[in-house]
């Protein structure tokens, strides 16, 4: 069985979608039934970084959209208009539709809803919010058990870029705005990211998950980070604060319909979770009873990250056209139902490459160290670290941090240090260094 696709557009996000799809090796078996039917751009004459058949391009997006072959609409055009009238007629067609159009659902969420509920259609937009991470999902099934009490996000990748690298080599937005366009994370025009709207697109569409209704969007209070300069990110820095835009919807303790909802740049202490979420990656800090918190992280933006939310909520469109397909009537869901035929090879554990930390007791006694270093070299072992702590009764306490080596040739190494009693006290412990 196999589930056509119809992309529109084919920028940033759309390229990243069309590669993962024309390339499904080693991933989800579902993605194999999936296939690019056409693709809608502005241009076409542009040179293109992926490759499709010349006969799939079309600027006439109308027919994409109406097209009888096609089951899937994936919409990564951006903007208001044609997005929103291409996504209605889709759904009015029975269509599904995907989408990262944030500034779409948030104004028009509502509208395409009861569109497509009486259309009997799926429209998802995981990468709507949050890029590559799996936010949207979450929140509506498996954090979906509780009751929200907050959602804290960084969720725009191009404000958190700047204000990362602002924080970390001073200066002002204007050219580090520039790197953020080059990689593709900023909007078309980047006036949304840098004042809120982008982020103020996306709390809106949570909060309605989080709090179980509609949220017009005008109501998000919102403020960029426009008027945030050098000094206040470095004044910030030494009061202990790194400075965040940061999107909020609380519920009011009081009251089972009135939230808050804002985003503002923010003076986030040093030691709270989101502080540490830097450069385009974005986090949603989800507040609840009875799990507690619980935080998402990961990229928020560029070709890879978002293609892959994308390409998510295609496969799971596809998993449902598969239940719902006469020969495989009755099949359990496939996204729920793990059954592998093959054993996947472990490798051997003495095969495997890290890096070690050792700390041992040896005798203080002159050539100690040239004698370990021998026995080192040997097993083709070589320090990236060596300190002395310590000395009592005669022992010097040494940690060693050796460089990557497999562990088969670091554990014969141990064994001859072990039986090294000339030298060696006794070995106090070994643990393995990540990285
Ligand atoms: N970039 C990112 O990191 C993220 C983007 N998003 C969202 O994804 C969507 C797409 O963003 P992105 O890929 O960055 O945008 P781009 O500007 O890179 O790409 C837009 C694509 O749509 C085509 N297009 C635009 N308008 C029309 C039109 N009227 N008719 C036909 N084709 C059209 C363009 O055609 P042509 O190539 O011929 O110009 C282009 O291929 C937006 O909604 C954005 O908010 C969401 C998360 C992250
Ligand atoms: N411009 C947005 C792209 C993803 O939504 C951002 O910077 O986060
Ligand atoms: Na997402």
Do not use: W
């Amino acid at each position: 069985m196999v589930f056509k696709v119809g992309l529109l557009g084919l920028g940033t996000v759309g390229t990243g979608t069309a590669k993962i799809l024309l390339d499904a090796a080693r991933r989800h078996p579902l993605l194999e039934t999936l296939e690019i039917h056409k693709v809608g751009v502005r241009s076409l004459d542009k040179p293109r970084a992926v490759d499709l058949p010349e006969a799939c391009l079309t600027t006439d997006l109308e027919a994409i959209v109406t097209d009888p072959d096609i089951d899937i609409v994936v919409e990564v055009i951006g903007g208001l208009e044609p997005a929103r009238s291409l996504i209605l007629e889709a759904i009015e067609d029975g269509k599904h539709v995907v989408t990262a159009n944030k500034a779409v659902i948030s104004r028009y969420g509502n509208e395409i809803a009861e569109a497509a509920k009486k259309a009997g259609v799926y429209v998802l937009y995981e990468a709507a919010v949050g890029g590559g991470i799996p936010v949207i999902q979450p929140l509506q099934q498996a954090l979906g058990v509780n009751r929200i009490e907050t959602v804290t996000g960084i969720i725009n990748g191009t404000t958190n870029y700047i204000l990362t690298r602002m924080e970390s080599e001073g200066g002002d937005f204007a050219p580090i705005l520039d790197d953020a366009q080059k990689l593709g994370y900023a909007e078309a025009d980047p006036t949304a990211d840098v004042d809120g709207l982008d982020a103020a697109d996306k709390i809106a569409i949570l909060a309605s998950i989080a709090f179980g209704g509609k949220i017009r969007r005008e109501d998000v209070f919102t403020e960029g980070i426009r008027n945030v300069s050098a000094s206040d990110v470095n004044y910030a820095k030494t009061l202990g604060f790194v400075i965040k835009l940061l999107a909020i919807a609380k519920r009011n303790d009081d009251s089972d319909t009135t939230i808050q909802l804002r985003v503002h740049p923010t003076l986030v202490p040093l030691n709270h979770p989101l502080a540490s979420v830097n450069d385009v990656n974005n986090a949603v800090l989800v507040e609840g009873d009875p799990i507690g918190r619980v935080m998402l992280y990961g990229p928020g933006a560029g070709e890879g990250p978002t293609a892959s939310a994308i390409v998510s909520d295609v496969m799971a469109i596809a998993a449902t056209l598969h239940m719902e397909s006469p020969a495989e009537e009755k099949l359990p869901n496939p996204l729920l139902s793990n059954a592998y035929s093959d054993y996947k090879t472990i490798s051997p554990m003495e095969d495997l490459e890290s890096r070690f930390y050792l700390r041992l007791m040896v005798k203080d006694k002159p050539g100690v160290i040239g004698h370990l270093g021998d026995i080192f070299g040997q097993h083709g072992l070589s320090l990236e670290s060596l300190v002395q702590i310590g000395l009592q009764d005669n022992l010097a306490e040494l940690v060693i941090v050796t460089h990557e080596v497999k562990e088969g040739d670091f554990q014969k190494a141990l064994e001859i240090l072990k039986a090294s009693s000339a030298d060696v006290d006794s070995i106090a412990s070994v643990l393995r260094v990540l990285g």
